[in-house]
């Protein structure tokens, strides 16, 4: 809402005044002075003094009205950027979480193991009930399970290592 002048805003003023359907006292009082062209010079003063502070609660009003959009503005901002924010981490859980549910269902592969969910879950089952038995017994499984990917990464450096290195030329005799 743009603050217009003191003159813009009296005429307009007045007029929604004269429009108003039921005005309060005070309104009444400033449409009958301003309606009277013989009103005694104190009256006038008075009047112009009314008007001056119908229009400072106006501009001040107005004042109000932009500080609270542009506050509104900066908290929607805000919370569009904290939507972002957590946008964003979700989707990094989200991918964290798929990349260790693939990296764990590759070890299925890695050591030729059936994939039955069922067979999964009771052997996985049975190893938890084993750990909970024996607790040696998950330093023995995560053991075996480090050589066996340890075993792994060394296959696959040394077949890189080898397809890497140039051939030797034939001799020429």
Not at 14 to 30: D, G, Q, R, T, V
Not at 89 to 110: C, V
Not at 117 to 126: F, K, M, N, P, T
Not at 163 to 168: A, L
Request: aromatic letters at 4%; a positive charge.
């Amino acid at each position: 809402m743009a603050i217009s002048s003191f003159e813009e805003w009296k005429v307009e003023y007045l007029e929604n005044l004269a429009n108003k359907e039921k005005p309060k006292s005070a309104e009444k009082i400033i449409l009958q002075m301003s309606n009277n062209p013989s009103l005694p010079k104190v009256q006038q003063v008075s009047l112009q003094k009314l008007l001056q502070a119908e229009y400072k609660k106006y501009c001040i009003t107005c004042n109000l009205k932009s500080d609270l959009e542009a506050e509104n503005a900066k908290q929607k901002e805000l919370i569009r950027r904290i939507h972002e924010v957590q946008a964003r981490e979700a989707k990094k859980t989200r991918r964290q979480r798929a990349h260790e549910l693939i990296t764990i269902g590759s070890l299925t592969e890695l050591i030729g193991f059936p994939k039955d969910r069922g067979i999964v879950a009771g052997a996985l089952d049975y190893v938890l009930e084993k750990i909970r038995e024996d607790k040696n017994f998950e330093n023995i499984i995560k053991t075996r399970g480090n050589r066996i990917i340890k075993d792994r990464e060394d296959e696959k450096t040394a077949r890189r290592t080898k397809k890497n290195q140039p051939e030797s030329a034939p001799d020429t005799l």
